[in-house]
């Protein structure tokens, strides 16, 4: 029996689910805990304080940590960086040194070292010890990452990536699990090296492929097609589904809709109606859609997750929790896209 640790990586917290096949699911230990980011950024806070400089080493991981540097700056505190931590700034380079971040492979003198890494080993060692729960055979993980696309938008390229799932993947839902994520997924791969190789996946995508731990929704799929959102604090996702396929992607700023604005989105988009123009000049990333075939019945029903789900209460959507657990819906989708892989 395999165990597996998942974690679903935000900015504000991270959630976690140790599940172990053996157990029902309402028995394995689930926790909701603060993220990496805030952990990382309140040491860089309590260093502000003492008015210590610091060196910035190891993984780029999740933009969360970006305010407490940018207090320590704006307090006249020096700091340097790694290369590859300097990533979790900005992926142009020059944009960090633009900041006055100093490159450096080593700690300079006087400077107080912070390791970076949305996922940090010895901690949850820590962590599982003082909790009396064994290690993990597997560990999988997902986070927000935009990707790095040298010479264009970030909107631009994440397109690019769901053009290439749809077309070449064929919109194969468990392809949203990666064992090697693409190249561009900078954040992924670093995230991917930290857990130790396991599969690694971008927390939409999780957190919509949690609605088909559900076994009602799942069943219900490949009889016509359906809907599923989720609505995050700062991004939100959704996906068209029939017969084990994804037909369209839609992906938008939270704070750039309304409920009202959303529903009406969603309408064109299950028709095929809304284009990637529209929703990217509205500050969104776009809008992507297959042919859409008749049989799936106009994908009516409408599955919604995520923080800010209360924003279609009174439309004609279903407000699911996967796993009974609604929080945890991106860790009930890691286990779905393993599962579905086999």
Known sequence: MTTTLCLDIGSGTQDVLLHSP????????????????????????????????????????????????????????????????????????????GMNIKLADQCPDGFTPVRLTDFDEAWWRRFLDAAELPWPD???????????????SNRMGRFKLWRSLLHDGEGRPEALVYQTPPAMLTRLADLQRDIGSGP????????????????????????????????????????????????????????????????ADLERFRCGCLS????????????????????????????VLGPRRAMLEGYDVDFPSPGGDMMLAGCFGLLKGLAMQG
């Open 200 to 263: 690694v996946a971008d927390t939409g995508a999780a957190a919509v492929l949690g609605a088909l731990y559900e076994d009602r929704i799942e069943r219900l799929s490949f009889e016509r097609g359906i809907t599923l959102v989720n609505i995050g604090n700062s991004h939100l996702i959704a996906f068209l589904l029939f017969d084990g396929r994804i037909h369209g992607v839609y992906e938008q700023h939270t704070g750039c809709v309304d409920g009202a604005k959303l529903w």
């Open 138 to 152: 597997r560990i999988a993980a997902c986070a927000q990452d935009h990707g790095f696309h040298p010479g264009e």
């Open 22 to 97: 053996d157990r029902e699911i309402e028995n394995c230990p689930k926790f909701v805990i603060p993220s990496p980011a805030l952990q990382i950024g309140r040491r860089l806070e309590a260093l502000r304080l003492k008015e210590k400089p610091v060196w910035l080493h190891g993984s780029n991981m999740g933009g969360g940590v970006t305010r407490f540097i940018n207090a320590h700056l704006k307090a006249g505190l020096e700091v340097a960086a790694t290369e590859n931590a300097a990533y979790t700034m900005a992926d142009d380079l020059s944009r960090v040194t």
């Open 276 to 303: 990637f123009e529209q929703v990217f000049d509205e500050n969104g990333h776009g809008c992507l859609c297959m042919d859409l075939p008749t049989e799936a019945g106009g994908f009516a029903p409408t599955f």
